[in-house]
């Protein structure tokens, strides 16, 4: 057993509650590897911003469990050699079962997700019910889902979306005890979030997505007044990676996110989690392709991850100082 406190690592109460009193979100960025926990230290370090680290089940296969650990340690020694000792949360991103939640816990982990959401809801409450009986033995968060968001990210999939049922939220809230709560209002996973024909296109011919329902949050803030709501799936696909990507050899077809604006107004609420991970893989691939065109010669993993670490580092600068508000918040 290792605790999360060894490592340096806090969990989300605390981050939470200043998130929602002021009014901004916290970045949930995900990683799989040195260069992108890099770009998001260095980032939230540059930017002021408190941050979660977010590992998915296949990012812990990829990296391998012990080694993330180390990474999220070293991520808390980084940032104050860096210069400032930013709140740092090592976070599961969609565990779905209770062992997997409760290994992560053991590995040093201080906060984690249960994904009961596709579960029948009295087997999800029962799920998430005995993640946070563990988990808060040891001063872990949790957090659980209702609802199902549409897409595909690593080993989450869904063909059709289901919104939160606002009527729900309280009496899963109660019988859970979960710490935070991730909804259903319309964001999805992956880089193509919506089809084209659920879109309208603007004067440049960009493709817009429907609004995100507004009315459904708001319904659940009046039932459960105060209390940490998450948002996943929440990528904006920046348009000028897509271009980058696509003319040096990609082949990115209608990929469209959720405008930057919408996000800004969701950090505004009770919403103080704010998930990012494929700006973050289109950022990287975008760099990485320029230079593969631009010089074919080149072999040195370091010339090619170099500049795709710098192109995130800049990303994730924008989310915390311009989209989520989390920027000196640290």
Same mark, same amino acid.
């Given at each position: 057993?290792?605790?999360?406190?060894?490592?340096?690592?806090?969990?989300?109460?605390?981050? /939470?509650?200043?998130?929602?009193? $002021?009014?901004?979100?916290? @970045?949930?960025?995900? /990683?799989?590897?040195?260069?992108?926990?890099?770009?998001?230290?260095?980032?939230?370090?540059?930017?002021?911003?408190?941050?979660?680290?977010?590992?998915?089940?296949?990012?812990?296969?990829?990296?391998?469990?012990?080694?993330?650990?180390?990474?999220?340690?070293?991520?808390?020694?980084?940032?104050?050699?860096?210069?400032?000792?930013? @709140? &740092?949360?090592?976070?599961? *991103?969609?565990?779905?079962?209770?062992?997997?939640?409760?290994?992560?816990? *053991?590995?040093?982990?201080?906060?984690?997700?249960?994904?009961?959401?596709?579960? @029948?809801?009295?087997?999800?409450?029962?799920?998430?019910?005995?993640?946070?009986?563990?988990?808060?033995?040891?001063?872990?968060?949790?957090?659980?889902?209702? $609802?199902?968001?549409? $897409?595909?990210?690593?080993?989450?999939?869904?063909?059709?979306?289901?919104?939160?049922?606002?009527?729900?939220?309280?009496?899963?809230?109660?019988?859970?005890?979960?710490?935070?709560?991730?909804?259903?209002?319309?964001?999805?996973? =992956?880089?193509?979030? /919506?089809?084209? %024909?659920?879109?309208?296109?603007?004067? %440049?011919?960009?493709?817009?997505?429907?609004?995100?329902?507004?009315?459904?949050?708001?319904? &659940? %803030?009046?039932?459960?007044?105060? /209390?940490?709501?998450?948002?996943?799936?929440?990528?904006?696909?920046?348009?000028?990676?897509?271009?980058?990507?696509?003319?040096?050899?990609?082949?990115?077809?209608?990929?469209?996110? &959720?405008?930057?604006?919408?996000?800004?107004?969701?950090?505004?609420?009770?919403?103080?989690? &704010?998930?990012?991970?494929?700006?973050?893989?289109?950022?990287?691939?975008?760099?990485?392709?320029?230079?593969?065109?631009?010089?074919?010669?080149?072999?040195?993993?370091?010339?090619?991850? =170099?500049?795709?670490?710098?192109?995130?580092?800049?990303?994730?600068?924008?989310?915390?100082?311009?989209?989520?508000?989390?920027?000196?918040?640290?």
């Amino acid at each position: 057993m290792v605790s999360y406190k060894d490592l340096g690592l806090v969990n989300t109460r605390e981050m /939470f509650a200043k998130a929602i009193e $002021g009014g901004y979100a916290i @970045p949930a960025f995900n /990683f799989n590897n040195m260069e992108q926990m890099q770009a998001i230290i260095q980032a939230c370090v540059e930017s002021s911003s408190p941050v979660i680290l977010q590992v998915s089940a296949g990012a812990r296969k990829y990296a391998n469990q012990t080694l993330l650990r180390y990474m999220a340690q070293g991520a808390v020694e980084y940032a104050k050699e860096l210069g400032k000792n930013i @709140p &740092i949360v090592l976070h599961l *991103d969609h565990g779905n079962s209770f062992e997997l939640c409760k290994s992560c816990i *053991d590995m040093g982990f201080s906060s984690v997700m249960i994904d009961g959401s596709a579960l @029948p809801y009295d087997e999800n409450v029962a799920l998430t019910k005995q993640v946070v009986e563990y988990a808060h033995q040891h001063d872990v968060t949790v957090e659980g889902e209702l $609802g199902v968001l549409a $897409g595909v990210e690593d080993e989450v999939a869904s063909e059709v979306a289901h919104y939160t049922q606002p009527e729900d939220v309280e009496d899963f809230v109660k019988k859970t005890g979960v710490d935070s709560l991730a909804i259903s209002i319309g964001t999805s996973h =992956g880089a193509n979030k /919506f089809k084209p %024909e659920q879109c309208t296109r603007n004067e %440049e011919g960009i493709l817009v997505p429907p609004e995100l329902r507004f009315d459904i949050l708001e319904e &659940i %803030e009046k039932r459960i007044p105060g /209390f940490p709501i998450v948002l996943h799936g929440s990528s904006s696909v920046p348009q000028e990676y897509v271009k980058i990507i696509n003319t040096h050899g990609g082949a990115l077809k209608d990929a469209v996110g &959720i405008p930057e604006d919408q996000l800004r107004k969701a950090a505004k609420s009770a919403v103080c989690k &704010i998930n990012i991970d494929s700006d973050g893989r289109l950022a990287m691939t975008a760099a990485v392709r320029k230079v593969f065109v631009d010089s074919p010669a080149e072999f040195d993993p370091r010339k090619y991850l =170099g500049p795709a670490r710098e192109e995130l580092k800049k990303l994730y600068i924008h989310k915390c100082e311009n989209v989520l508000g989390s920027a000196g918040k640290a």
